[in-house]
């Protein structure tokens, strides 16, 4: 999960619009004490200048204002694709249920009637810099979906055999850190990482990526680089750096005898201690263009054997629990 934002945010930019002079001075001075960055206009045509140079993380405008007011003023900066998420608190004498509907009716976040509590003021800017943070991170959050659903494409969209091997190595690398208790933020990484792993496959030649049968030596050192170039794929994605071991080791061994680094036992990062054993597990258990499909418990019985050798003993442990959990529940495939 991404961490929530904190609020107060003392360097948040504010715009007041307010055509009384004393009334909007006021308001610029209470909101500066509380560590706002407040600045002024005094009616709706200033404002619009000004927004067309400065982008406030609220605007606090009067409604009544000479000139452009407060109304057109809120139409014009919600048709600002720049500004369209900025939010907007009316500050009114006019507390009138026709202008209170009115401004409903827009979409207005809030009103606050004159003469203004400053206790209000501040929970209300508050509650919204707080609501549209909250936005903004969930945003975020979608970003990231659609970075990796996008990196994701790219490698199923080569290989025929990935599609599945993706989705499933994923359930199960989910799987595997519900049942370690991982926070929330680590167990979404796992799901990056277990969707990504293969992404390096990217620079692999088609022919050797989908031939049926061995590979020689030359393409079987280039299917090995896959991991070092996936890793520098990701490691231009700032976003995504904690899922960079998932994808530089998940071919190195426990015994020390995998690639690209040949490290040994704990040197292995434990993301990609987890992802060998379950990568192992369904390339094994699904039809591949080199060998058919072999049964579960077959498959189960060869990474028992080789806990300690290509695996860390103890995840394999872990593994085998967890697969007679979820296959016991159905959950399996
Ligand atoms: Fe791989």
């Known amino acids: 999960m991404i961490p929530k934002p904190t609020i107060p945010v003392p360097s948040k930019k504010i715009l007041v619009v307010e055509d009384n002079d004393v009334i909007r001075e006021g308001l610029a001075q209470h909101l500066q004490i509380d560590n706002y960055l407040v600045v002024q206009a005094s009616n709706g045509n200033e404002a619009l200048r000004v927004l067309e140079k400065f982008k406030p993380d609220l605007i606090l405008s009067d409604i009544n204002m000479p000139g452009k007011d407060g109304i057109e003023l809120y139409a014009e900066v919600r048709k600002n694709p720049r500004l369209i998420t900025v939010p907007f608190l009316f500050l009114t004498a006019d507390n009138s249920p026709q202008s209170r509907r009115l401004g409903r009716e827009l979409g207005v976040e809030d009103y606050l009637t004159k003469p203004i509590n400053h206790q209000d003021l501040l929970s209300t800017i508050n509650a919204r810099l707080l609501r549209a943070a909250e936005v903004e991170v969930a945003h975020i959050g979608q970003a990231y979906l659609e970075t990796v659903a996008v990196l994701v494409n790219a490698i ?23 049942e370690l208790r991982w926070p929330e933020e680590q167990i979404r990484m796992m799901e990056f990482g277990a969707r990504l792993h293969d992404i390096g496959k990217i ?26 170039a996936g890793e520098k794929i990701l490691s231009g994605i700032s976003h995504l750096q904690a899922v960079r071991p998932y994808v530089l080791y998940h071919h190195e061994h426990w015994d020390g005898t995998g690639y690209p680094e040949g490290l040994k036992q704990r040197e292995i990062p ?33 990474i028992e054997l080789q806990a300690g050798k290509y695996f860390d003993p103890d995840l394999v442990v872990v593994f085998q629990g967890v697969m007679k959990k979820r296959c016991t529940q159905g959950e399996k495939k």
């Not at 993706?166 to 595997?176: E, F, K, L, P």
């Not at 591949?288 to 189960?300: F, K, N, S, T």
């Open 203 to 228: 620079i692999i030649p088609d022919q050797v990526l989908n031939k049926q049968g061995k590979l020689t030596q030359e393409e079987w050192a280039l299917m090995q680089q896959h991991p070092v």
């Open 156 to 178: 199923e969209g080569r290989d025929p055999y990935t599609r599945g091997h993706v989705d499933r190595v994923t359930r199960y690398a989910v799987w595997m850190a519900e």
């Open 270 to 302: 434990i993301e990609a201690r987890i992802l060998a054993i379950i990568d192992v597990y369904d390339a094994l258990s699904t039809e591949r263009p080199y060998h058919p499909a072999r049964p579960h418990d077959e498959v189960m019985q060869y």
